[in-house]
């Protein structure tokens, strides 16, 4: 049976019995892993393999380990790693050594993940801070001018690419700007186009070749000013697919977050329309895991290409000295907090 175009959570440690049955009847695209999920090292192992068990392939499985509040494995079993704003600070400072530190960043993560059969991490952001714009985004950026994100995004991606995991470019196309927190409401950003094209929708230009790319739940009312991102036939196409050009598997951010209105079946079927290739959906709630279950095609046509595309991206870990690398990131990131304590 081909895979489905969506990607689930599970409820807690181990895979149930139930959503065995589920996971090889609707054959999910992928897995989604939360703090709900994670305990142990062995266990989190456990958990992708009996999910691969379940669908029968080795299907991918996706995590959010940005560092900073993001980051669902953390001590005492794996390390704390920094925002994103600390790589802005450190390029700031010397633009090499914040992009060598980017990309380091990229690399640790990716070493903790695929030991533990994760393969994908939900990062790296573009998205460009600007005044007001909520904190659910803040210190997770690298910053408020789209070239520096770019280049520390594109640092980010190629860490965790040379360390055998995919990333996912988020949040398409762009979440810096959006006032209130999209998991409690809408955001409707009232910025003219122009300015959106020469900022925000710019940051992410650069890394139109990234294989995995995650919508916002964002309205832009200047482009369309009804739906957001994620169900926005307009915004897909014209902004995301054509002036950004990404041409990676397009994923929905989570359609459980309450800024999307409609049943799980209805947010699930409007993505699906506007352009999204794969949906996901994220808390593990076996009922609505099973009204995206209902919506979602199998992977076939062009989306299946670019799933193929990203899927073939998946190599294994370059060699790599995990505690040599620990020493000099550890140094890269305090010599930046020293720096910035003195004020020198």
């Known amino acids: 049976m081909a ?86 600070a450190i390029y700031d400072r010397d633009a090499a050594s914040g992009l060598a530190a980017a990309r380091l960043g990229g690399h640790l993560i990716a070493a903790e993940l695929s030991v533990l059969g994760i393969d994908v991490d ?35 991606a190629q860490g965790l690419l040379a360390g055998g995991v995919l990333p996912v470019l988020k949040h398409l196309p762009g979440h810096g700007r959006a006032s209130v927190d999209s998991h409690a409401k809408l955001p409707v950003v009232d910025t003219d186009r122009a300015t959106l094209e020469s900022t925000d929708f710019a940051a992410f230009r650069p890394l139109a070749s990234l294989p995995l790319g995650m919508t916002a739940h964002v309205v832009f009312s200047a482009i369309d000013p009804v739906a957001p991102a ?24 989570d359609v459980s977050m309450k800024a999307l209105s409609g049943t799980i079946a209805e947010r699930s079927r409007a993505a699906f329309a ?35 595309a990203a899927l073939a991206q998946r190599k294994a870990p370059e060699e790599f000295d995990v505690d040599a690398a620990r020493k000099i990131f550890a140094q890269m990131v305090d010599a930046e907090q020293s720096q910035r304590k003195t004020g020198s």
């Not at 999910?28 to 393999?49: A, C, D, M, S, Y």
């Not at 036939?233 to 014209?238: G, I």
């Not at 994220?282 to 062009?302: T, Y």
């Open 274 to 308: 506007a352009g999204c290739d794969v949906v996901l959906h994220c808390n593990g709630d076996l009922n609505e895991m099973s009204a995206v279950a209902s919506q979602a095609p199998e992977l076939k046509g062009e989306a299946a290409k670019r799933a193929e």
């Open 122 to 156: 939900c990062l790296p952001l573009a998205d460009v801070l600007a005044p007001g714009g909520d904190p659910v985004i803040g210190d997770r950026a690298y910053g408020t001018e789209p070239g520096k994100v770019a280049a520390i995004a594109g640092a980010i």
């Open 230 to 253: 994620t169900t926005s036939v307009t915004m897909v196409r014209e902004v995301i697919r054509g002036f950004i050009g990404f041409r990676g598997l397009l994923m929905s951010d």
């Open 3 to 88: 895979a489905r175009a969506f990607i689930t959570g599970l409820s807690g440690l181990n895979v149930s019995a139930n959503e065995r049955a589920f996971l090889r009847e609707a054959q999910p695209w992928g897995l989604i892993i939360f703090k709900r999920n994670v305990n142990i090292p062995q266990q989190v192992t456990e958990l992708t393999k009996s999910f691969r068990d379940a669908v029968g392939w080795a299907a991918p499985v996706l995590v959010d380990q940005e560092g900073g509040r993001v980051q669902r494995l953390g001590p005492p079993h794996w390390p704390i790693f920094p925002p994103g704003a600390r790589y802005g």
